[in-house]
């Protein structure tokens, strides 16, 4: 029998939704609302008691949040950034954006910035640095602040995977000076265009971050620095409105389903299965596995109808505007063996079991 089990299927939730999003659409248009109002003050508002954070600020997108928030610390020429070498490239790119030095340090086995290397790459020079709670999985932030803070350096969370993970009952972005968070359409919370918000507990500092992505503004035809515009549109702030009330049972079925992929694939030779995936300091994103055969595997469930991504082939300093650098062992090989299963609240019990049948058949067969 052939299947078609993509990566991620968007459709099925948002058939679901149809009737609350299309009301807040009506509702907006009816109005002539797009920019600020409302809905963004609720969005705001329902985050920082979500996230249990003091101020939580909608912007534009993620690469925004985390553009704002260099801006924000005075980040610029002269100063050092230290960014894992695993990352989604925005994580890096913002360093180069803002005029700073970028310096990136090795990644774990499970892809998140080695803080054993952490210390050997920070200098006279640094400013900040920016932990990538990768895939979901948070990093071990009580460790990477007492670091920060011995060498007075600022940290900035790209929490970008990892809306709802928590540590120590702290949310991801909760840990340090700014948390930068995505709602891009595939995100585990996806509004439907872009969108992005960024959490502080300091006061100033989020007054800060109101004003540069609001053209300095405080108030109309006010002008007290320079900024731009990143606002979120009214449109995405109010469909994340509808799906964040959703998010926890989402975030249950994801992590159930991830419950099931351990049990079919944990004890199998030949593949690494993200062991930690149930624990609240992961938030289930992405199930995704790392194996020497990877190129294969992935080939052979695309043949039996399984989409498969893969989370990144290529460590960012490896990449040509990067100066295509080959000097992060771990990232390198994290690389070349990664590969996500699909997991979406929507995914049936029956295609995970289908999944981890044609997993297990290929390393059988292998
Ligand atoms: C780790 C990481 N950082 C930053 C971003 C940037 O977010 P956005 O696509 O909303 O700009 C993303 C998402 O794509 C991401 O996964």
Redesign the pocket.
Known sequence: MSRSIPFLELAPMHRDLADELKAKFAALLEKGLFSGGEEVEVLASSMQEFLKVPYAIPC???????ELALRALEVGPGDEVIVPAL?????AEVVKMVGANLVFCDVDADGLMDLTLLPSVISPNTKAVIP???YGKMMDMKSLAAIAQKTGIKVIE????AFGAFQGGKSAGAYGDIG?????P??NLGALG???MLTSHDGGLSERLRLLLNHGQPQRDVHELIGRNSRIDTLQAAFLNVKLSYFTPWQQRRKALAKLYLDHLQHLKGIKVPSSILQENHNAHLFTIQTNQRDALKECLSKKGIGTAI?YPLPVPAMKPFGEIDAFPVAARIGKTTLSLPLHPYLREDEVRYVCEEVQRFFNKA
């Open positions: 534009a997108n993620g690469t925004d949040a985390l990352t989604w490239v925005s994580t990538v709670h990768l790209d929490a970008a995977q930068c968070f995505s709602f891009y595939t995100k872009e969108a992005g989370h």
